[in-house]
């Protein structure tokens, strides 16, 4: 088993913070409505994030995903 989940509640406006070797990931939920949930994630910019529907693409910083 590689990693563990967390499953967490958060309302309108809460954030999740993700340390990651010293370095806060900030995860907040900026809406809520008719069962979808809009998240805005705070991380260093030369880190990639993607959705996993979404194919694996070139990151601007590193030249690979």
């Known amino acids: 088993?590689?990693?563990?989940?967390?499953?967490?509640?958060r309302k309108h406006g809460g954030t999740?913070?993700?340390?990651?070797?010293?370095?806060?990931i900030y995860v907040h939920v900026l809406k809520i409505q008719r069962g979808c949930t809009s998240i805005g994630v705070e991380a260093?910019?030369?880190?990639?994030?993607?959705?996993?529907?979404l194919p694996e693409r070139a990151s601007p910083a590193t030249g690979s995903a």
């Open 44 to 53: 260093p910019r030369e880190w990639g994030i993607s959705r996993s529907e």
């Open 16 to 24: 999740l913070i993700i340390d990651v070797q010293g370095t806060p």
């Open 1 to 9: 088993r590689e990693g563990t989940m967390l499953v967490v509640t």
